[in-house]
């Protein structure tokens, strides 16, 4: 009896084939996962006894029906070397972990980097060096499969480039073109853009290859700002409401990335990143990459946001990030916005923050009411705004937050 699992990649067909021709060589079913442990193909069964419930375990199980293990399972597993190994790595059952059953792990890489893994139960008597030689075999050649992929999506830098930074109307409409011929059957998918700002160097050759970034289909850089540039990252999701996929990319590119260019003011140099809303094909990816790079703006001006923000969570900043620069910055609040008055600034965007109420703001500054009064009175002064008036106070919190950006 066979049974095929729906093969996760659609660059080529051949995973499964290749998947099948180890079962076949080993003589047990066999799986293909990719070094985030999703899994991508699972081989033939030829007995009826693997078919049995009681032949799998729940991590064996859990791979097959989710088509992923947890991190838990993944750090478990890694912790026998299998990282690094260049042949199949023997892993015994642990019955307290969920295995209850020894495994064997196929190392699939290319180029002596890791790509993937293929899994088989390890039963007794389990298969012998020259069939495991021969399944190496056949990971070479899934490997380079893996590795084809992956320089297929760093090829597709130029159209993800174009689409992003393309003028609205029929330059934008022939760019998401040409992007969704190069991206085949993919391109009507769910996917997400990340921007990670400010990136270090607008040389392409400085930036990440495809195949180093967890989930990433293509990626490219794109100007930031007047001087700055930033990174973009497509990334395909399985459903809208899972973003998973792109938080992972997001922070392994701001844990791995080179620190970006110390700015000029006082303070440590810092990087950021932002989602976009998902969208299902490719009509409305500049939308999403300018909600990213609103997240990314946002997430640099507020640390709270976290170093990953996603464009539905930072609230006003959604407003204000689509203000051109010259727009937030009202001259009846410049003043405030001096260094001398660094501490009034804060009292009253801490007192907007709190709904104008002076028990919350006091306690939030660590200081006496009266104190709190004082220096309110003093920003009602220095602004020409009456804090009183519900339109006076919106001005002045929206140029405090717009201060930040």
């Not at 059952?93 to 890791?114: D, N």
């Not at 996929?245 to 950021?272: C, F, I, V, Y």
Request: proline content about 7%; charged content about 25%; some cysteine.
């Amino acid at each position: 009896m066979r049974e095929n699992a729906r093969v996760t990649s659609e660059f080529k067909g051949d995973y499964q084939e290749l998947v099948d021709e180890i079962s076949e060589l080993l003589g047990a079913p066999a799986t293909l996962e990719n070094r985030d442990f999703e899994l991508i193909a699972f081989g033939a069964y030829d007995s009826e006894d693997e078919l049995d419930a009681s032949a799998l375990d729940p991590v064996r199980t859990r791979s097959i029906l989710t088509r992923r293990s947890t991190s838990a399972v993944r750090t478990w597993f890694e912790g026998f070397g299998i990282t690094r190994a260049t042949g199949p790595v023997r892993i015994p059952r642990t019955p307290e972990a969920g295995v209850y059953r020894g495994r064997i792990c196929l190392p699939v890489r290319h180029r002596s980097v890791v790509l993937g893994y293929v899994w088989l139960l390890d039963d007794d008597p389990g298969p012998t060096d020259r069939q495991l030689s021969a399944a190496m075999e056949v990971t070479a050649r899934i490997g380079a499969l893996l590795a084809d992929e992956a320089q297929h999506g760093a090829d597709l830098s130029r159209e993800l480039r174009a689409v992003l930074t393309a003028e609205r109307g029929w330059q934008g409409d022939m760019a998401v073109a040409e992007l969704r011929t190069a991206l085949g059957a993919r391109a009507d998918g769910v996917h997400t853009v990340v921007c990670v700002a400010p990136w270090p160097s607008a040389d392409p050759d400085d930036a990440p290859s495809v195949r180093t970034v967890p989930h990433a289909t293509a990626l490219c850089t794109v100007p930031w700002g007047t001087t700055g540039q930033s990174l973009a990252v497509l990334v395909r999701l399985r459903s809208p409401e899972v973003r998973t996929a792109a938080l992972a990319a997001a922070s392994r590119l701001l844990k791995e990335s080179p620190a970006p260019p110390r700015p000029s003011t006082r303070g440590p140099a810092r990087m950021a990143a932002g989602l976009g809303e998902p969208r299902t094909g490719l009509a409305d990816l500049g939308t999403v990459w300018q909600e990213a790079s609103a997240a990314a703006r946002a997430a640099l001006a507020e640390p709270r946001f976290g170093p990953v923000a996603e464009w539905s969570r930072i609230g006003p900043y959604r407003l204000l990030t689509a203000l051109s620069p010259d727009t937030v910055h009202d001259p009846a609040v410049t003043p405030l916005l001096s260094p001398a008055h660094q501490e009034l600034a804060r009292t009253a965007e801490v007192y907007l923050d709190c709904a104008g109420q002076a028990g919350r703001t006091a306690a939030e500054l660590g200081i006496h009411r009266q104190t709190l009064y004082y220096r309110l009175s003093r920003v009602e002064q220095l602004t020409g705004l009456d804090l009183d008036d519900g339109e006076d106070r919106l001005l002045l919190h929206m140029a405090l937050k717009g201060a930040r950006l």
